[in-house]
Nanobody
């Protein structure tokens, strides 16, 4: 099994910054795509940012220029640097990875438990 542990969420004032981390552990052979998603109360989950195995990022329009996604393949860890935070960024942020586990013939999707980010106005 692959386990994802997120950290770095919290309460911050508008205009502030937070850095989220997502560490993957388990019998991991390889990780391809990684990404951050968020879900605000009463809304559907939406993609925030994704990053390929070679480090190519992709961002939702709402966070472009404010958020930066990165990954450390040696540590199986992904980060989301969030700056200029707005109240509308308030949500539970979850990480996703597509990983190949030892003994498996194909990649599978794994999700973290989520971390709360609250931005006060």
């Amino acid at each position: 099994q692959v386990h994802l542990v997120e950290s770095g969420g919290g309460l911050v004032q508008a205009g502030g910054s937070l850095r989220l981390s997502c560490a993957a552990s388990g019998r991991i052979v390889s990780i391809s795509a990684m990404g951050w998603y968020r879900q605000a109360p009463g809304k559907q989950r939406e993609v925030v940012a994704t990053i390929t195995s070679t480090g190519s990022p992709n961002y939702a329009d709402s966070v472009t220029g404010r958020f930066t996604i990165s990954r450390d393949n040696a540590k199986n860890t992904m980060y989301l640097q969030m700056t200029s935070l707005k109240p509308e960024d308030t949500a539970v942020y979850s990480c996703h990875v597509r990983a190949l586990q030892s003994g498996s013939a194909w990649y599978s999707d794994y999700w973290g438990q989520g971390t709360q980010v609250t931005v006060s106005s």
